[in-house]
């Protein structure tokens, strides 16, 4: 069974850092993998997808890197901003057993303040 | 394009009644469906997977007979939740996966926040 956990839980910086949320993966059986933003008691806001056979997407000031040999992926959030306050959530589509389904992680818990 | 909506945003009902939550692809057929629930600081789980026309194949330790699932058209599934419980509050996102393979990007929706008395 395919187990999602993302490192640290939760993260508070000052605004303009550079920083690194963590998600690994214990079958590297998979399709693709997904970072998301979540804002308190809203839906999902879809950041990055990166297929398999890739090894890093970005967008803007997101870098998002994947190793799927070792079981994991980073986001890598260049100068951060309060705006980037949200939670953030990991998610591997499986491939195998979990043939087509979304595990996600428990999501890092990120405050910038300003 | 590829925007998935739900109805209702909110839902409060009494314990024993039951409640229907829509979830409608707007711009694309969706051949699958997901459903998932997330309690407060916890994060989604998947609760079954519709596929359009067929029964719904539901994760294990999910009540089939608790949480009913239609998905009757390509563009629509619903979920009822039947003789709601105050456990039962939670909040509830679905997803559509266009047809093709099976590693297509699923879109999600804005979620329905059900709360039962």
């Not at chain 1, 690194?20 to 804002?39: E, G, M, P």
Request: charged share 15%.
């Amino acid at each position: 069974k395919q187990e999602v956990t993302q490192i640290p839980a939760a993260l508070s910086v000052p605004e303009g850092e550079n920083l690194v949320l963590n998600c690994s993966f214990t079958d590297s059986a998979i399709y693709n993998l997904q970072w998301f933003r979540q804002d308190p008691g809203k839906g999902l806001t879809s950041l990055l997808l990166i297929q398999s056979s890739q090894r890093e997407q970005t967008s803007g000031r997101l870098n998002a890197s994947l190793d799927k040999s070792s079981g994991r992926s980073t986001l890598y959030i260049a100068a951060s901003q309060p705006g980037d306050s949200a939670t953030y959530l990991c998610a591997v589509k499986g491939g195998g057993t979990s043939y087509g389904k979304l595990t996600f992680g428990q999501g890092t818990i990120l405050t910038v303040h300003p | 394009g590829a925007v998935v909506s739900q109805h209702p945003s909110r839902v409060i009902c009494k314990s024993g009644t039951s409640v229907k939550i829509e979830c409608r692809s707007l711009d694309f057929q969706a051949t699958t469906m997901f459903w998932y629930r997330q309690f407060p600081k916890q994060s989604l789980m998947l609760m079954a997977t519709s596929n359009e026309g067929s029964k719904a194949t539901y994760e294990q330790g999910v009540e089939k007979d608790k949480f009913l699932i239609n998905h009757a058209s390509l563009t629509l599934s619903t979920l009822t939740v039947t003789s709601a419980h105050p456990e039962d509050s939670s909040f509830y996102i679905c997803s559509a996966k266009p047809p093709g393979l099976a590693y297509n990007e699923q879109f999600f929706g804005p979620g329905t926040r059900l709360t039962v008395l």
